[in-house]
T-cell receptor
């Protein structure tokens, strides 16, 4: 079945440093979604990428979808303590009648003030 | 609150007991998903409903697990003869249409502890 791998598993940064998490799928995706889960919270949707090579920005967050639609990245510029949490990518590939998101294991971001 | 609601938030049960969780999706959402999340892992898909029809079940879902969505509104997830390995956060999510076009909205989850 489809697998989504995410690295690194943990990242500790000083406040103001940049942060990047990478996501790779074993299969070509229809789209990829990114979610953020705060400590003790539930996953909250950040963005969806659909097109090959797509780049989207949300303030300090930049999301990319690879040309082959098998990999993606999330980059945060100048991290803040409010960025703390676990960032998950989730691949959507509705081939063979599967209509669910496959999540990576997430990257847990800690920001040291 | 118009988000996804799950009940109870926490459940402690003895091994071998049955437990049932409830999920109330966002009212107009026709698609409902159950996921399980353990510490340090991403959510793992369990099952998916479109309206009242259960259209997909993960191989993770053993015979002890059953889910329903009568009338296409709320859903229940029952675990029979619980085992310690069932301890996890059970997340419900809903969406308005296909996840190819929209996002999933997650509830706060039900944390199950089997002792």
């Amino acid at each position: 079945g489809q697998q989504v791998m995410q690295i690194p598993q943990y990242q500790h940064v000083q406040e103001g440093e940049d942060f990047t998490t990478y996501c790779n799928s074993s299969t070509t995706l229809s789209n990829i979604q990114w979610y953020k889960q705060r400590p003790g919270g539930h996953p909250v949707f950040l963005i969806q990428l659909v097109k090959s090579g797509e780049v989207k920005k949300q303030k300090r967050l930049t999301f990319q979808f690879g040309e082959a639609k098998k990999n993606s990245s999330l980059h945060i510029t100048a991290t803040q303590t409010t960025d703390v949490g676990t960032y998950f990518c989730a691949g959507y590939s509705p081939g063979a009648g599967s209509y669910q998101l496959t999540f990576g294991k997430g990257t847990k971001l800690s920001v040291i003030p | 609150d118009t988000g996804v609601s799950q009940d109870p938030r926490h459940k402690i049960t003895k091994r071998g007991q049955n437990v049932t969780f409830r999920c109330d999706p966002i009212s107009e959402h026709n698609r409902l998903y159950w996921y399980r999340q353990t510490l340090g892992q991403g959510p793992e898909f369990l099952t998916y409903f479109q309206n009242e029809a259960q259209l997909e079940k993960s191989r993770l879902l053993s015979d002890r697990f059953s889910a329903e969505r009568p009338k296409g509104s709320f859903s229940t997830l029952e675990i029979q003869r619980t085992e310690q390995g069932d301890s996890a956060m059970y997340l419900c999510a809903s969406s308005l249409g296909d996840l190819g076009n929209t996002e999933a909205f997650f509830g706060q989850g039900t944390r199950l502890t089997v002792v």
